[in-house]
């Protein structure tokens, strides 16, 4: 069953034949339908998104000029701050907390009359691989319920695979946006390190965090990359970099793909049918006569180790502010004051978040710190040459988002190391700032989605959505849905 895209909706509402109030009745009856199965939302204020909808309605009917997304449904991340509501990061740590602020993303969003429907579920602080450790409850794959539909960024989109919303926001620190993109057949895509403003975005890895879209195709999230992208003085890794029209670069001829193939990103462990739908989509390349070229990344090796000391390092040292005094929950019954920090932190966070505050202090500590952290950030250089080498010869690298198909509930989840090694193809796009998406390539005998990641040069996310937009005229994976999303 095919579901209309963001811009389909954007169009129909501009044009008057579908009003926004539609389309989030719309949102809100599927959300009302599918949540009691897969638990996409942390929260969702329907009053609230219906009254926005109102007033772009109002809007368009006085003829007044509108925003790029006027009236379209988004969910976001729940570790997206809102000026309304709560952003929990799926934490009992954070569980009541409610911002003063919206993130700069959000603002971004509300200046182009985008309808925010609801917050969607995340692992605990955005870690993890399958949203399973989420304080409320894992969610759950629309194309098979007893799996999980990958994480951290779960319910973002689960939310856009059954139709809860035309697009939606994640956050990528080691590859939550294209993991779920690829386990629920959706499109996502992770900026370059400083594309995106992360303020109001709670920090997990802060040198590795990205904000990014999730939707439909290609050009979905073209739309939604250019209304959320650009400088922002509140974030001084933001980059003074022009904003190139996304959309309509797909439009421009593509002139000469090279597609970069490494036998690294192909290498052990790899599931024999992900591998077959990976390279059959390379060939998709060759045969709309792009040139396929090997290139070669040897530290590629060596990624899930460097991240899983930089992320669990920085997480230490972000997620050392709940104290139980300046945010969050507080023990109820503290014995003294030191106590007031330990019982906080026992009670609010849960066991993966301790795992990584664990870990994360021991490679920082005196002692560790050149033996762990300072030999990850050398070999985080290395990857990077890597990369740098590598696009000399190429605009794009192609292979498999995740080295296995969507996994079921439970099958990984007492096994960090296995836990953490879906994370293989992933992580190295953050550890070296690039921009790096997924997209729908095949399903699995099975009928569970698999993706292709693409990874490009800095701050060359039109290149990348460009040739991502060249394989979905060429296929029609992009434009399949899961069988609960059917009206
Ligand atoms: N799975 C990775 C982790 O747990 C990545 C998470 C993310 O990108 N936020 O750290």
């Not at 925010?116 to 579920?121: P, T």
């Not at 990528?172 to 992360?198: E, H, Q, W």
């Not at 045969?287 to 070669?296: E, L, N």
Request: with cysteine; proline share 5%.
């Amino acid at each position: 069953m095919s579901m209309s895209t963001l811009v389909e909706t954007r169009d129909a509402i501009r044009l008057k034949q579908v009003s926004s109030r539609e389309w989030v009745r719309k949102s809100l009856a599927r959300i009302e339908r599918l949540e009691p199965q897969l638990h996409a939302l942390v929260s969702y204020d329907g009053d609230r998104a219906m009254a926005a909808g109102q007033t772009i309605d109002d809007r368009i009917a006085r003829g007044e000029a509108v925003g790029e997304l006027a009236g379209v449904p988004i969910i976001l991340k729940d570790n997206l701050c809102t000026s309304w509501g709560r952003t929990t990061c799926a934490s009992r740590m954070l569980e009541k907390f409610e911002s003063p602020y919206s993130a700069h993303v959000v603002e971004r969003l509300k200046a182009a009359d985008a309808v925010i429907v609801g917050k969607a579920n995340l692992d605990e602080f955005a870690m993890g691989s399958s949203t399973e450790n989420s304080a409320f409850g894992a969610t759950r794959n629309p194309w098979n319920t007893d799996c999980v539909p990958g994480g951290s960024s779960g319910g973002s989109a689960v939310a856009v695979a059954s139709g809860m919303a035309a697009g939606s926001l994640g956050s990528d620190t080691g590859g939550s946006i294209r993991l779920p993109a690829s386990f629920c057949g959706i499109t996502g895509l992770k900026p370059t390190y400083g594309r995106v403003s992360r303020y109001g975005l709670v920090a997990y890895g802060s040198s590795l965090d990205q904000i990014g879209p999730l939707a439909r195709t290609a050009r979905d999230v073209a739309c939604l990359l250019k209304v959320i992208a650009g400088w922002d003085l509140r974030d001084s890794t933001s980059v003074h970099e022009e904003v190139p029209d996304y959309p309509a670069v797909l439009d421009k001829p593509l002139g000469g793909l090279s597609v970069g193939y490494a036998e690294e990103c192909f290498g052990e462990g790899l599931d024999a049918e992900v591998r077959k739908l990976a390279e059959a989509a390379i060939e998709v390349y060759r045969a709309a006569g792009a040139q396929v070229r090997p290139v070669h990344l040897p530290h590629l090796k060596y990624a899930i180790a460097c991240y899983y000391v930089v992320a669990t390092a920085e997480a230490s040292s972000n997620l050392a502010r709940y104290d139980g005094v300046h945010y969050g929950l507080r023990a109820a019954a503290p014995k003294d004051y030191v106590d007031v920090y330990c019982s906080s932190r026992e009670e609010g966070f849960g066991a993966e978040v301790k795992r990584r505050i664990m870990l994360g202090t021991y490679v920082l500590s005196s002692g560790y710190y050149d033996a762990y952290y300072l030999k990850a950030l050398k070999v985080r250089t290395l990857i990077k040459q890597d990369f740098d080498r590598a696009f000399e010869d190429v605009d794009v690298i192609a292979g498999p988002t995740s080295p296995v198909p969507p996994i079921r509930l439970g099958e990984k989840v007492n096994d960090p190391l296995a836990m953490y090694l879906m994370d293989v193809y992933t992580v190295s796009a953050n550890l070296a700032g690039l921009p790096a998406l997924s997209m729908p390539c095949g399903l699995t005998g099975s009928g569970l989605p698999v993706g292709l990641q693409l990874m490009g040069k800095p701050f060359a996310e039109d290149r990348l959505l460009r040739a991502a937009h060249e394989y979905q005229t060429h296929t029609d994976w992009h434009t399949r849905a899961p069988a609960v999303s059917e009206p």
